[in-house]
Nanobody, 127 residues
Framework: QVQLRESGGGLVQAGGSLRLSCAAS????????AGWFRQAPGKERTFVAG????????YYVDSVKGRFTISRDYVQDTVYLQMNSLKPEDTAVYYC????????????????????WGQGTQVTVSS
Protein backbone atom coordinates (compact mmCIF):
# COMPACT_ATOMS: atom_id res chain seq x y z
CA GLN A 1 0.00 0.00 0.00
CA VAL A 2 1.06 3.55 -0.71
CA GLN A 3 -0.25 6.66 0.99
CA LEU A 4 -0.10 10.08 -0.64
CA ARG A 5 -0.59 13.37 1.17
CA GLU A 6 -0.80 16.69 -0.67
CA SER A 7 -0.13 20.09 0.78
CA GLY A 8 0.59 23.62 -0.40
CA GLY A 9 -2.72 24.69 -1.84
CA GLY A 10 -4.30 28.03 -1.09
CA LEU A 11 -5.61 31.31 -2.43
CA VAL A 12 -3.40 33.39 -4.72
CA GLN A 13 -3.89 36.30 -7.09
CA ALA A 14 -3.55 35.86 -10.82
CA GLY A 15 0.09 35.93 -11.82
CA GLY A 16 1.20 34.52 -8.49
CA SER A 17 2.87 31.23 -7.60
CA LEU A 18 2.25 28.21 -5.43
CA ARG A 19 4.18 25.02 -4.81
CA LEU A 20 2.28 21.83 -4.15
CA SER A 21 3.88 18.91 -2.37
CA CYS A 22 2.93 15.25 -2.38
CA ALA A 23 4.56 13.14 0.30
CA ALA A 24 4.53 9.41 -0.31
CA SER A 25 4.77 6.72 2.33
CA UNK A 26 4.40 2.97 2.48
CA UNK A 27 5.62 0.59 -0.20
CA UNK A 28 6.93 3.19 -2.62
CA UNK A 29 9.87 1.19 -3.98
CA UNK A 30 7.83 -0.09 -6.95
CA UNK A 31 6.61 3.32 -8.03
CA UNK A 32 6.91 3.78 -11.81
CA UNK A 33 5.47 7.26 -12.22
CA ALA A 34 3.65 10.02 -10.40
CA GLY A 35 1.33 12.68 -11.65
CA TRP A 36 -0.76 15.68 -10.76
CA PHE A 37 -4.36 16.00 -11.82
CA ARG A 38 -6.95 18.68 -11.17
CA GLN A 39 -10.69 18.84 -10.95
CA ALA A 40 -12.76 22.01 -11.16
CA PRO A 41 -16.35 22.07 -9.85
CA GLY A 42 -18.67 20.21 -12.18
CA LYS A 43 -15.85 19.02 -14.41
CA GLU A 44 -13.89 15.83 -14.89
CA ARG A 45 -10.53 15.19 -13.29
CA THR A 46 -7.86 16.01 -15.86
CA PHE A 47 -4.14 15.49 -16.19
CA VAL A 48 -1.72 18.33 -15.41
CA ALA A 49 1.82 16.94 -15.17
CA GLY A 50 3.68 13.69 -14.69
CA UNK A 51 7.14 12.32 -13.98
CA UNK A 52 8.69 8.89 -14.52
CA UNK A 53 10.72 7.40 -11.68
CA UNK A 54 13.01 5.56 -14.10
CA UNK A 55 14.59 8.58 -15.77
CA UNK A 56 12.88 11.65 -14.29
CA UNK A 57 11.39 12.49 -17.67
CA UNK A 58 8.42 14.82 -17.38
CA TYR A 59 5.29 15.52 -19.38
CA TYR A 60 2.66 18.24 -19.20
CA VAL A 61 -0.70 19.21 -20.53
CA ASP A 62 -0.28 22.00 -23.09
CA SER A 63 -2.12 24.60 -21.00
CA VAL A 64 0.53 24.56 -18.25
CA LYS A 65 3.72 24.14 -20.27
CA GLY A 66 6.19 26.87 -19.44
CA ARG A 67 4.32 27.76 -16.24
CA PHE A 68 4.29 24.56 -14.15
CA THR A 69 7.20 22.31 -13.24
CA ILE A 70 6.98 18.84 -11.73
CA SER A 71 9.94 17.44 -9.82
CA ARG A 72 10.76 14.86 -7.20
CA ASP A 73 12.97 14.49 -4.15
CA TYR A 74 14.44 10.99 -3.92
CA VAL A 75 15.37 11.27 -0.28
CA GLN A 76 12.09 12.72 0.95
CA ASP A 77 9.96 10.58 -1.41
CA THR A 78 8.09 13.73 -2.33
CA VAL A 79 6.81 15.05 -5.62
CA TYR A 80 6.40 18.77 -6.19
CA LEU A 81 4.40 20.90 -8.57
CA GLN A 82 5.74 24.42 -8.90
CA MET A 83 3.03 26.61 -10.38
CA ASN A 84 3.94 30.05 -11.70
CA SER A 85 1.97 32.70 -13.59
CA LEU A 86 -1.24 31.27 -12.22
CA LYS A 87 -4.50 32.06 -13.97
CA PRO A 88 -8.09 31.97 -12.69
CA GLU A 89 -8.70 28.96 -14.94
CA ASP A 90 -6.12 27.03 -12.88
CA THR A 91 -8.57 27.05 -9.97
CA ALA A 92 -9.35 23.46 -8.98
CA VAL A 93 -8.71 20.74 -6.46
CA TYR A 94 -5.30 19.29 -7.27
CA TYR A 95 -4.67 15.59 -6.75
CA CYS A 96 -1.44 13.69 -6.57
CA UNK A 97 -1.38 10.21 -8.09
CA UNK A 98 1.11 7.36 -8.18
CA UNK A 99 1.49 4.35 -10.41
CA UNK A 100 2.89 1.49 -8.39
CA UNK A 101 3.80 -1.07 -11.01
CA UNK A 102 6.78 -2.43 -12.91
CA UNK A 103 5.03 -1.79 -16.20
CA UNK A 104 5.37 1.51 -18.03
CA UNK A 105 1.89 2.99 -18.60
CA UNK A 106 0.69 3.33 -22.16
CA UNK A 107 -1.57 6.24 -21.27
CA UNK A 108 0.15 8.25 -18.51
CA UNK A 109 -2.16 11.23 -18.98
CA UNK A 110 -5.27 9.34 -17.93
CA UNK A 111 -6.55 8.61 -14.45
CA UNK A 112 -6.63 4.86 -15.14
CA UNK A 113 -2.82 4.81 -15.37
CA UNK A 114 -2.53 5.47 -11.63
CA UNK A 115 -3.56 3.24 -8.76
CA UNK A 116 -2.99 5.45 -5.73
CA TRP A 117 -4.41 8.90 -5.06
CA GLY A 118 -4.14 11.61 -2.46
CA GLN A 119 -7.05 13.44 -0.89
CA GLY A 120 -6.55 16.63 -2.89
CA THR A 121 -5.65 20.22 -2.10
CA GLN A 122 -7.60 23.30 -3.16
CA VAL A 123 -5.98 25.92 -5.37
CA THR A 124 -7.92 29.12 -5.92
CA VAL A 125 -6.65 31.87 -8.23
CA SER A 126 -8.43 35.20 -8.01
CA SER A 127 -8.57 37.64 -10.90
Amino acid sequence: QVQLRESGGGLVQAGGSLRLSCAASGRTSSTYAAGWFRQAPGKERTFVAGIYWTDDSTYYVDSVKGRFTISRDYVQDTVYLQMNSLKPEDTAVYYCAARVSRVRPSDPQTTRAYNYWGQGTQVTVSS
